[in-house]
């Protein structure tokens, strides 16, 4: 018997077809699916319909390869693909393969993506084809097209900035069709998600107009942050300065004086929070705190803060990190600071829910020991960013705090970068309006910026958006674009110093002791030319030799 194989496309394509289907055999609906010919009767079902868009493939369940780039996964886990983080499981984990000179089109991280996406767009080209047969206010219709629009667009905008060339599909296709479909090139994919943005924006809503109950539903603010953030990749500096003033403008959204209650659930509905991951406790739980608390507090440690990060964060007045400093504290490495670097790391000698976080590497008795072997730190930090450490349920299927898309601290650097590479002049006023709201805000009170020199400013700037979105899932995005991947994924990544440590710090044979005396993690290759764009899922070529 020969036996086909069928196209993720192919899949979702035919699963959509089935449930279409009517059973005459019965004369009934399915009692396990909807079906076509009697659902899209009411705007009860239509809001159903339009649940399973936002939906997509994003997995509640405990998960490694990212379900959905808004999944916890997708936004924390891609970070371990950067120069800011590290996968305890080590150099042949799928998340550091993407970017340390190994990758391959069967990494599973690719494929799980590819698929989260197209399994979102399918379920949107179904939404769309349907919705106009809804009896219902032609408002409310407008609207829930708009965000189904929106929803397929973000999934092109992903799949573009790092898969490129992709297929462009807007309606639900047989399996034939699927199998055999072509690529679309990333510059015919980026116009198509600009204008479905650019007409979805004016059927959303406002954020300020979205009420309690529907938090969790794409605002007009996010529409627009979403095309600013296209133009930027598209170096349309210009119209992404006019798109980004538009929410600026509107005035509904603040920098929270509180940075870290941002990422937890008593402010994750701050109007800083423009668009964000929802998770309910137990029935949909965010998975992050078993992933990644420490040992001591019953976590997994995954993800590992690598010093390259940690020394970006400036001393309280502004001035450059440096070890040697009288300032720094090696007792107390948060000490005199930019706050953000005590609210984002786990660092030794600090505490963690009331517990003492002890990662020395010579402490062999501890439980979060930094070594190659204990399920504990790789670099000697840990992640604090998103957690309530009051919390006291299943790290598992217990916690419930939300994980932010679009913040409007984004909003306002991306308006500053840009003016800046507009080539406009940058003011002092508008520092002030941008950079300076982000870094004054109460709970981080850093020094204004005061440089209004393009390439001085243009350094301070990066520097600010990496401290600020740490750990969101924008910093891959934001290397890849700035074409500076080649340079910051390449050589040697270190881990916290130790001075007073006994041991050999992991160094490789032959290397000379560091002068820092900085754990040893990794080397990574990044392959300029090859690893700014990811091959497409080698099991979709297998099937499918157009997208080769």
Same mark, same amino acid.
């Given at each position: 018997?020969?036996?086909?194989?069928?196209s993720?496309v192919?899949?979702?394509?035919?699963?959509?077809?089935?449930?279409?289907?009517?059973?005459?055999?019965?004369?009934?609906?399915?009692?396990?699916?909807?079906?076509?010919?009697?659902?899209?009767?009411?705007?009860?079902?239509?809001?159903?319909?339009?649940?399973?868009?936002?939906?997509?493939?994003?997995?509640?369940?405990?998960?490694? /390869?990212?379900?959905?780039?808004?999944?916890? *996964? %997708? @936004? #924390? =886990? $891609?970070?371990?693909?950067?120069?800011?983080?590290?996968?305890?499981?080590?150099?042949?984990?799928?998340?550091?393969?993407?970017?340390?000179?190994?990758?391959?089109?069967?990494?599973?991280?690719?494929l799980?993506?590819?698929?989260?996406?197209?399994?979102?767009?399918?379920?949107?080209?179904?939404?769309?084809?349907?919705?106009?047969?809804?009896?219902?206010?032609?408002?409310?219709?407008?609207?829930?097209?708009?965000?189904?629009?929106?929803?397929?667009?973000?999934q092109?905008?992903?799949?573009?900035?790092?898969?490129?060339?992709?297929?462009?599909?807007?309606?639900?296709?047989?399996?034939?069709?699927?199998?055999?479909?072509?690529?679309?090139?990333?510059?015919?994919?980026?116009?198509?998600?600009?204008?479905?943005?650019?007409?979805?924006?004016?059927?959303?809503?406002?954020?300020?107009?979205?009420?309690?109950? /529907?938090?969790?539903?794409?605002?007009?603010? *996010? %529409? @627009? #942050? =979403? $095309?600013?953030?296209?133009?930027?990749?598209q170096?349309?500096?210009?119209?992404?300065?006019?798109?980004?003033?538009?929410?600026?403008?509107?005035?509904?959204?603040?920098?929270?004086?509180?940075?870290?209650?941002?990422?937890?659930?008593?402010n994750?509905?701050?109007?800083?929070n423009?668009?964000?991951?929802?998770?309910?406790?137990?029935?949909?739980?965010?998975?992050?705190?078993?992933?990644?608390?420490?040992?001591?507090?019953?976590?997994?440690?995954?993800?590992?803060?690598?010093?390259?990060?940690?020394?970006?964060?400036?001393?309280?007045?502004?001035?450059?990190?440096?070890?040697?400093?009288?300032?720094f504290?090696?007792?107390?490495?948060?000490?005199?600071?930019?706050?953000?670097?005590?609210?984002?790391?786990?660092?030794?000698?600090?505490?963690?829910?009331g517990?003492?976080?002890?990662?020395?590497?010579?402490?062999?008795?501890?439980?979060?020991?930094?070594?190659?072997?204990?399920?504990?730190?790789?670099?000697?930090?840990?992640?604090?960013?998103?957690?309530?450490?009051?919390?006291?349920?299943?790290?598992?299927?217990?916690?419930?705090?939300?994980?932010?898309?679009?913040?409007?601290?984004e909003?306002?650097?991306?308006?500053?970068?840009?003016?800046?590479?507009?080539?406009?002049?940058?003011?002092?006023?508008?520092?002030?309006?941008?950079?300076?709201?982000?870094?004054?805000?109460?709970?981080?009170?850093?020094?204004?910026?005061?440089?209004?020199?393009?390439?001085?400013?243009?350094?301070?700037?990066?520097?600010?958006?990496?401290?600020?979105?740490?750990?969101?899932?924008?910093?891959?995005?934001?290397?890849?674009?700035?074409?500076?991947?080649?340079?910051?994924?390449?050589?040697?990544?270190?881990?916290?110093?130790?001075?007073?440590?006994?041991?050999?710090?992991?160094?490789?044979?032959?290397?000379?002791?560091?002068?820092?005396?900085?754990?040893?993690?990794?080397?990574?290759n990044?392959?300029?030319?090859?690893?700014?764009?990811?091959?497409?899922?080698?099991?979709?070529?297998?099937?499918?030799?157009?997208?080769?």
């Amino acid at each position: 018997m020969k036996r086909y194989k069928l196209s993720t496309v192919a899949i979702l394509s035919a699963i959509l077809l089935l449930q279409a289907s009517c059973s005459d055999d019965l004369e009934k609906s399915p009692t396990n699916q909807y079906d076509s010919a009697t659902f899209w009767t009411n705007e009860t079902n239509a809001l159903i319909g339009l649940t399973a868009v936002y939906r997509g493939n994003l997995s509640y369940a405990f998960q490694v /390869e990212p379900t959905d780039w808004w999944s916890y *996964a %997708g @936004l #924390a =886990f $891609l970070e371990l693909a950067t120069d800011n983080s590290y996968d305890r499981r080590g150099d042949n984990s799928n998340l550091n393969r993407l970017t340390n000179g190994t990758l391959l089109p069967n990494n599973a991280v690719l494929l799980s993506l590819w698929k989260g996406s197209y399994k979102k767009i399918t379920i949107a080209n179904d939404f769309l084809a349907h919705i106009e047969e809804v009896p219902m206010d032609e408002t409310k219709k407008l609207r829930f097209r708009s965000e189904a629009r929106f929803l397929r667009a973000s999934q092109y905008f992903y799949l573009s900035q790092h898969f490129g060339n992709v297929p462009l599909v807007t309606r639900v296709l047989t399996s034939e069709e699927a199998n055999t479909v072509t690529k679309t090139s990333k510059a015919e994919i980026e116009n198509f998600v600009s204008q479905e943005l650019s007409e979805a924006v004016a059927g959303l809503p406002r954020y300020r107009d979205i009420p309690a109950a /529907e938090i969790g539903r794409v605002s007009r603010q *996010a %529409g @627009l #942050a =979403f $095309l600013g953030r296209l133009q930027l990749a598209q170096k349309k500096f210009r119209e992404a300065a006019v798109t980004y003033r538009q929410i600026i403008d509107f005035g509904d959204n603040i920098i929270d004086p509180d940075y870290a209650g941002l990422f937890t659930p008593a402010n994750e509905n701050s109007a800083e929070n423009i668009f964000s991951t929802q998770f309910i406790e137990l029935k949909a739980p965010n998975y992050l705190p078993q992933h990644a608390y420490p040992a001591i507090a019953g976590g997994y440690h995954f993800i590992n803060p690598y010093e390259a990060l940690a020394v970006n964060y400036d001393f309280i007045d502004g001035t450059p990190f440096s070890y040697d400093d009288p300032r720094f504290n090696l007792a107390n490495r948060a000490e005199n600071r930019d706050p953000r670097f005590a609210y984002t790391f786990l660092w030794d000698g600090c505490t963690f829910g009331g517990k003492p976080y002890d990662c020395h590497p010579d402490h062999t008795a501890s439980i979060d020991q930094l070594t190659v072997s204990k399920q504990a730190t790789r670099t000697g930090y840990g992640l604090r960013k998103y957690f309530d450490e009051t919390f006291t349920g299943s790290l598992a299927t217990g916690y419930s705090g939300n994980m932010p898309v679009i913040r409007y601290a984004e909003i306002l650097l991306s308006y500053l970068e840009a003016v800046l590479e507009s080539g406009d002049p940058v003011t002092q006023s508008l520092l002030d309006e941008t950079i300076n709201k982000v870094r004054g805000r109460t709970s981080v009170q850093m020094p204004p910026v005061t440089e209004t020199d393009a390439d001085r400013l243009r350094p301070v700037l990066r520097k600010e958006r990496r401290i600020e979105l740490a750990m969101e899932g924008i910093r891959l995005w934001d290397i890849l674009r700035w074409g500076i991947a080649g340079e910051v994924l390449t050589g040697d990544f270190w881990g916290a110093p130790f001075p007073d440590s006994q041991g050999a710090l992991n160094l490789p044979a032959g290397y000379p002791k560091d002068p820092y005396a900085r754990w040893w993690v990794t080397k990574k290759n990044f392959r300029v030319g090859q690893d700014e764009v990811w091959p497409v899922p080698e099991s979709e070529t297998n099937i499918n030799p157009n997208l080769k």
